[in-house]
């Protein structure tokens, strides 16, 4: 069985301008929902997806944005990038089954914006 | 504003000790609480989760319980090894997160250090 993984592993941007990053599900999961952890913070959820759709986001601006493909693996985009977006992103899978629905953390990826 | 709390924030303890680390949460209507584990710089190790329904879990040396009616859950680590120095985190999927769907809210933390 293979894990969540995430890629790239870092990543420098400039301020102003837009990144990718990727996650690979764990097999089997359908859901992906997206986490950016500041330095000395704990994970803040930003959204997740079910079935290609969005499906509920934390407390960030449009400008965060994501897909989810047919394989339910999935892309965070973030446009117009901000000094303060600089943190590690975290991706977790997991499998909606009812209430049931413990997630599984890939490796991150640590961007920093200059 | 639905809170996750994590105390202490820090904690240094020798080899061999019990110990026992502490989440509090603001809303007891919750779905299920995870504990993971986050070495430094990496991603997080899911180490138990308790359903709502549940009073606790046990994994090894680990215990995890839950009083919802109090908001609070207790992670009990026996015989700590070095190799268990690491940052603990308590996650909540509460039941009325708004537009926040299945999202889990994590406290700060508890970074904990082993002593050889």
């Known amino acids: 069985e293979t894990g969540v993984t995430q890629s790239p592993t870092h990543l420098i941007k400039t301020r102003g301008q837009q990144v990718t990053l990727r996650c690979s599900s764990q097999?089997?999961?359908?859901?992906v929902s997206w986490y950016q952890q500041a330095l000395g913070q704990g994970p803040q959820f930003i959204f997740q997806?079910?079935?290609?759709?969005?499906?509920g986001r934390g407390n960030f601006p449009p400008r965060f944005s994501g897909l989810q493909f047919p394989n339910y693996s999935s892309e965070l985009n973030v446009n117009a990038l901000e000094l303060d977006d600089s943190a590690l992103y975290l991706c977790?899978?997991?499998?909606?089954?009812?209430?049931?629905?413990?997630?599984?953390f890939g490796p991150g990826t640590r961007l920093t914006v200059l | 504003k639905q809170e996750v709390t994590q105390i202490p924030a820090a904690l240094s303890v020798p080899e061999g000790e019990n110990l026992v680390l502490n989440c509090s949460f603001t809303?007891?209507?919750?779905?299920?609480l995870q504990w993971f584990r986050q070495d430094p710089g990496k991603g997080l190790t899911s180490l138990l989760l308790?359903?709502?329904?549940?009073r606790e879990q046990t994994s090894g040396r680990l215990n995890a319980s839950l009083d919802k009616s109090s908001g609070r859950s207790t992670l009990y680590i026996a015989a700590s090894q070095p190799g268990d120095s690491a940052t603990y985190l308590c996650?909540?999927?509460?039941?009325?997160?708004?537009?926040?769907?299945?999202?889990?809210?994590f406290g700060k933390g508890t970074h904990l250090i082993i002593q050889p």
């Open positions: 977790a899978s997991s499998l909606a089954v009812g209430n049931y629905n413990e997630q599984f």
């Open positions: 097999s089997g999961h359908n859901t």
């Open positions: 997806y079910y079935r290609e759709e969005e499906n």
């Open positions: 809303d007891s209507a919750i779905y299920n």
């Open positions: 308790i359903q709502s329904s549940q």
């Open positions: 996650a909540v999927r509460f039941l009325y997160s708004g537009g926040g769907a299945d999202g889990l809210t």
